[in-house]
């Protein structure tokens, strides 16, 4: 069976710091990737997805970035976090098909103080 | 515009009553996808159903029902006998044939149910 994994679970960084969070799916191959963000009031804003390694499309202008560098990873990053960064970043995969449905991780709790 | 539309933010039942938390699309394609997913205070978001725009049979899962009517652009989802392990924010989406990769989701549908 598939699994998606996500790390790390919370992070608290300051402003103007780094940021990396990883997304792996075991149990498939060559599976469509996807970033969202859910801000305090509920809502999934779509930020990155990847139909294949090396291949991103964004979907937000921002201060983030998003890479793939083998099939089953997905990185989100940036190089200079700012307070609006803070938020809920949830990772998801499905199978390339018309309609399958996505299937979540469990997130990072992400703060920028 | 918005693609999907849940109209009510909050609602609040006592538990065993009955709940319909109401989703509205739009689309232009003639082939499209929708889900209903739910976020338990946990925060991962589970995958509940998928309807496709040719299959318009109503579903009953347990306590679970969805209707699903193309003349109304409506595609409800119905808590039957609500519990408490049902208190969650619950999310309805679209995918689109021709954008495929493509989900757009609702903005959510807070559900407390009070024992």
């Known amino acids: 069976s598939q699994t998606i994994h996500q790390w790390p679970a919370t992070l608290v960084q300051p402003v103007g710091s780094p940021l990396s969070l990883e997304c792996t799916v075991e149990?498939?191959?060559?599976?469509?990737l996807y970033w969202y963000r859910q801000a305090a009031g509920r809502g999934l804003q779509l930020l990155f997805y990847?139909?294949?390694?090396?291949?991103i499309s964004s979907e937000v202008p921002q201060n983030l970035s998003a890479s793939r560098p083998q099939d089953r990873q997905f990185i989100l990053s940036s190089k200079k976090l700012l307070l609006s960064d803070s938020g809920f970043y949830l990772c998801?995969?499905?199978?390339?098909?018309?309609?399958?449905?996505?299937?979540f991780g469990p997130g990072t709790r992400l703060t920028v103080t | 515009a918005q693609k999907v539309t849940q109209a009510q933010t909050e609602i609040s039942v006592v538990e065993k009553e009955d709940v319909t938390l109401d989703c509205v699309y739009e689309?232009?394609?003639?082939?499209?996808?929708l889900f209903w997913y739910k976020q338990p205070p946990s925060g991962e978001l589970v995958f509940l159903i998928r309807?496709?725009?040719?299959?318009?049979q109503n579903e009953i899962s347990g306590r679970y029902s969805w209707n699903f009517q193309k003349s109304t652009s409506s595609f409800n989802f119905t808590i039957t006998a609500s519990q408490v392990v049902d208190s969650a924010v619950y999310f309805c989406?679209?995918?689109?044939?021709?954008?495929?990769?493509?989900?757009?989701f609702g903005t959510g549908t807070s559900l407390t149910v009070i024992p």
């Open positions: 998801a995969w499905n199978l390339g098909l018309a309609g399958y449905e996505q299937y």
């Open positions: 149990g498939t191959s060559n599976p469509n």
């Open positions: 990847s139909v294949g390694i090396g291949q």
């Open positions: 689309t232009r394609d003639t082939t499209y996808y």
């Open positions: 309807r496709n725009s040719f299959d318009e």
């Open positions: 989406a679209l995918s689109e044939a021709w954008t495929g990769n493509q989900f757009y």
